[in-house]
């Protein structure tokens, strides 16, 4: 069986994972992690009695064909694998999903585990449309085709009457603030939502009109973006 384990989005926020996200790991012995020193502290952090090293580990950050090949083996073998995403919950805007298909395609259960989502979070808070929705990723890095997108976003969200969500690298996302409030449109809605879950959780939605009129830093913080037109 393969079982998905959800890490919090902040190290203070540890009782947003379920005990028995716990005892799910227990019951492995095989794990996979994003990052393995995080998931280590985490790990300890939700249950000091565990002990770490009675765990086969290995790391899922790139997912190469030699890791696959791995994973396939453990399954094989009838181990019980935990997959740890970095922060939140694997499969979900995780390199943990090329995983989750092999086991898919290996025909093996899959148990996803309740735990803390960004995404979800951030646009349950929003009061944007949670009915039609899409997640983007990342935006184009050059000025100008991430200009473009910001337009097509909007063309998109008004043509389907949809929200649509995206991220950035946190060094760079004052940069992407600011494109957005330059190129896109005053009555557009956007939503900022960081830090969701730790003590300095902020969660606003305003029209870029409005947003021209704080002044906001999101320097180095992890955040989810949602505009709606």
Known sequence: MVYLIPSFL????????PQYVINGVKNCSVIFAENERTARRFLKAMDKEIV?????WHTIHKVE??????FREKIKEGKNVAIISEAGCPGVADPGQILIHEAQKLNTTVKPFVGPNSILLALMASGLNGQHFTFLGYLPIDNADRIKKIKQIEDESQRKKSTQIF????????????TILQHAQV??????????????EFIKTKTIAEWKKEKIDLHKKPVIFLMQS
Do not use: F, W
Not at 189 to 198: G, K, R
């Open 52 to 56: 770490i090293d009675d765990y086969e």
């Open 65 to 70: 064909e030699q890791q696959i090949n791995v």
């Open 10 to 17: 902040s190290e203070n926020a540890v009782e947003t994972i």
């Open 187 to 200: 009555s557009t809605l956007l939503c900022i939502a960081s830090e969701i879950t730790s003590t300095h």
């Open 167 to 178: 991220i950035e690298t946190p060094y760079r996302n004052n940069k992407l603030l600011e």
